[in-house]
């Protein structure tokens, strides 16, 4: 039977609840971590406490210190005896009085889910079908905030139009999609949309700059408009799960593939593996 982390202690997933009255429940607040574990380590679980202090401090929420959240991944991945899988913290506010505008009065909740990694060969042979969605950045972008209607919308845009995922635009820029960093390939130079533009500072998306930096790619964090996605060489996605794979297709036009992808998720994985065995 799995296993949850939930306040300290491995417990079954029916005895993990909290409060209805839970102010991550009734308003979003609260944050939360994905990372992917390797060989049952989790990666870069530096990097993301990192950005969840960040966040904690924009929506004042008290948080563990990084030991104990890395611990607790950690724990939870080999507990439910994982290897290859997904891991993923969230800690939300707590409960206060039914009153839902007044503060919470309890200790926040932590809890940690890990599950067996799903199998990406597909998408990394074929690339993911992608269509835009016009209606601007997630609000707080650079938060990891539980509130994800956004992300929702945009993956629930997807399913109905029978693709993969969404592209958030605004005013005709690239965002980022749901859950990844987007970068545009045109001969040895990628661009990226900068941070200031309202896109999550993805931690695999810092990595992969880094390695594509090392493998000779010029790396622009720049503005990127949607209409230039359909002349770039290939259209290439970070996330923290699914690695570093490209966009087959783009609003039904078919975009680019030189092998962009696949030579920038081997550099990655090395960098993990090297990390890793280090």
């Known amino acids: 039977m799995p296993r949850i982390w939930f306040n300290g202690a491995l417990i079954a ?5 909290i409060s209805v009255l839970d102010r991550g429940l009734l308003s ?9 574990a390797y060989d049952g380590e989790p990666w870069a679980a530096d990097e993301h406490y990192a950005r969840l202090a960040e966040g904690a401090e924009w929506i004042d929420l008290p948080i563990p210190d990084g ?3 890395t611990e607790a991944l950690r724990d939870t991945v080999h507990t439910n005896e ?3 899988a997904g891991v993923r913290v969230t800690i939300t506010r707590g409960s206060g009085p039914i009153d839902p505008q007044s503060e919470a009065d309890a200790e926040p909740n932590m809890f940690v889910l890990a599950w067996a990694l799903r199998d990406y060969t597909k998408l990394h042979a074929d690339g993911a079908v992608i269509v835009t969605f016009a209606h601007g950045a997630r609000s707080l972008a650079h938060v990891k905030s539980t509130s994800y209607a956004m992300s929702v919308a945009g993956r629930v845009a997807a399913k109905r139009a029978g693709a993969d995922d969404a592209l958030f635009t605004s005013e ?14 045109f001969g040895d130079r990628l661009v990226t949309p900068p941070l200031d533009d309202g896109i999550l500072p993805g931690v695999t998306r810092r990595h992969v700059i880094e390695v ?12 990127l408009r949607v209409d230039e996605l359909a002349g770039a060489d290939e259209v290439v996605l970070t996330s923290s799960l699914r690695e570093v794979y490209r966009a087959r297709s783009i609003d039904d036009v078919e975009m680019g593939r030189v092998g962009v992808a696949d030579r920038l998720r081997e550099a990655y994985r090395r960098r993990v593996l090297s990390a890793s065995s280090g």
């Open 28 to 36: 979003g607040h609260g944050l939360f971590e994905t990372l992917r």
């Open 67 to 69: 030991r104990t959240v």
């Open 212 to 223: 594509a930096r090392e493998e000779g790619f010029e790396v622009d964090e720049a503005p």
């Open 82 to 84: 994982l290897r290859d």
């Open 13 to 17: 997933p029916e005895h993990a609840t």
């Open 172 to 185: 005709g820029r690239v965002l980022e999609a749901t859950g990844s960093n987007v970068f545009a390939a």
